[in-house]
């Protein structure tokens, strides 16, 4: 009688020692499908991650071409790029018209005035297609504003992020700096490479 209890016992005991161990063995192996799974997942979301500023800048590029206003808003952080633009032209003509006692009063006016007009949607598309009217500039007063034609999306030299959330694109001497916010990849520098104006 003892001995059928031993038995009885043990019996119950291998029963629950095996299944405590199918448990952790199909504990295991639900973990590791799991980890390979979320492997595979973060793998996939840095692969579309990488990709989204060449697709979002291949679609700014096509909204300057057609001339989209509501795309390129949608691309273009305009409160920023205002700035950038402003604090080049600002630095290129200082120093060339530093003497003058008019510049102080009238240039800053000046300069708002052709940022503004670099402000909007078909501003930018006009930049971009022709960037020697503020590249070949030699005074804020020879300003002239013209839209010219499409700009060449062929002769970007580099593209490539410049940090995890900036993405740089060069094209003929122009940088286009790109930045990802929560509204998706926005452009939010333009840096025409300005030199002092030649007397």
């Not at 448990?23 to 979320?38: E, G, Q, Y």
């Not at 062929?154 to 694109?169: D, E, I, N, Q």
Request: contains cysteine; glycine residues 6%.
């Amino acid at each position: 009688m003892v001995l059928h209890e031993v038995l009885l016992a043990c019996n119950e005991s291998s029963h629950r020692f095996f299944w405590e161990a199918c448990a952790i063995v199909c504990d295991a192996t639900l973990k590791m499908k799991l980890s390979r799974w979320l492997a595979l997942i973060c793998i996939a979301l840095l692969l579309v991650y990488g990709a989204s500023p060449y697709f979002s800048f291949w679609r700014f590029t096509a909204a300057i071409r057609s001339r989209d206003t509501g795309a390129i808003n949608s691309h273009v952080d305009f409160r920023a790029v205002c700035a950038s633009l402003k604090k080049q032209l600002v630095a290129r003509f200082a120093r060339a018209t530093s003497g003058h006692k008019r510049w102080s009063r009238l240039g800053p006016t000046l300069i708002d005035a052709i940022v503004d007009v670099y402000a909007t949607p078909d501003g930018i598309a006009a930049l971009l297609a022709n960037p020697g009217a503020l590249k070949n500039l030699q005074t804020p007063q020879q300003f002239r504003f013209t839209t010219g034609k499409n700009a060449n999306w062929s002769k970007v030299k580099y593209a490539f992020f410049t940090g995890p959330r900036t993405f740089l694109v060069e094209r003929e001497g122009i940088k286009l700096q790109f930045r990802f916010t929560g509204l998706g990849w926005r452009l939010n520098d333009i840096e025409l490479g300005l030199s002092h104006p030649q007397r």
